[in-house]
T-cell receptor
Framework: AQSVTQLGSHVSVSEGALVLLRCNYSSSVPPYLFWYVQYPNQGLQLLLKYTTGATLVKGINGFEAEFKKSETSFHLTKPSAHMSDAAEYFCAVSVAFSGGGADGLTFGKGTHLIIQP | DARVTQTPRDKVTEMGQEVTMRCQPILGHNTVFWYRQTMMQGLELLAYFRNRAPLDDSGMPKDRFSAEMPDATLATLKIQPSEPRDSAVYFC???????????FGPGTRLTVL
């Protein structure tokens, strides 16, 4: 079974500062990794994903994440925070079935990102 | 602009009543997922379907929850009888391929009194 740990339920940064949200995963097989964002009273929107290939993946709104197998990590970063980045961020993992198709997502508990003006 | 739709968006009911939530996946997506979000447990996978066949419902309380896909354009999640601990936001998501993005609906906020 897979699991995801997000360090820090709340992260506060100043506008213009670096955003770093941490995610570590556990999986017995090569994982697919995702970051989703959730704004209040809305569904989840994909920021970026890692499936195979390049370990540094770029997503929407200037976010990127690096898959580090040796560290079982998939931390999310953004060089300069904007007020509109304030939201809940979820790291998630899934694995592929040998017969095709993907398993459901296992989510971390989420990190609430606060942007200070 | 293709998106997953869910109805109702909000549902308030009394303990013991039956609740049915509906989801219309994105046309052409062959995998449909049901998740539940609560403050205490976070986001949990309840069940999912591929090509309308149930693949895994191990996350669902079997005695009161049931999930079906009557056709490719409709997925339903039913709770009978409902209990206050079922209060949560229920999300439907759909996807297409291995490792593909799952597209989430806006959710159904269920309150059981």
């Amino acid at each position: 079974a897979q699991s995801v740990t997000q360090l820090g339920s709340h992260v506060s940064v100043s506008e213009g500062a670096l955003v770093l949200l941490r995610c570590n995963y556990s999986s017995s097989v090569p994982p697919y990794l995702f970051w989703y964002v959730q704004y209040p009273n809305q569904g989840l929107q994909l920021l970026l994903k890692y499936t195979t290939g390049a370990t540094l993946v770029k997503g929407i709104n200037g976010f990127e994440a690096e898959f580090k197998k040796s560290e079982t990590s998939f931390h999310l970063t953004k060089p300069s925070a904007h007020m509109s980045d304030a939201a809940e961020y979820f790291c998630a993992v899934s694995v592929a079935f040998s017969g095709g198709g993907a398993d459901g997502l296992t989510f971390g508990k989420g990190t609430h990102l606060i942007i200070q003006p | 602009d293709a998106r997953v739709t869910q109805t109702p968006r909000d549902k308030v009911t009394e303990m013991g009543q039956e609740v049915t939530m509906r989801c219309q996946p994105i046309l052409g997506h062959n995998t449909v997922f049901w998740y539940r979000q609560t403050m205490m447990q976070g986001l949990e996978l309840l069940a999912y379907f591929r090509n309308r066949a149930p693949l895994d419902d191990s996350g669902m309380p079997k005695d009161r929850f049931s999930a079906e896909m009557p056709d490719a354009t409709l997925a339903t999640l039913k709770i009978q009888p409902s209990e206050p601990r079922d209060s949560a936001v229920y999300f439907c998501a759909s996807g297409l391929e291995t490792g593909d993005e799952q597209f989430f609906g806006p959710g159904t906020r269920l309150t059981v009194l």
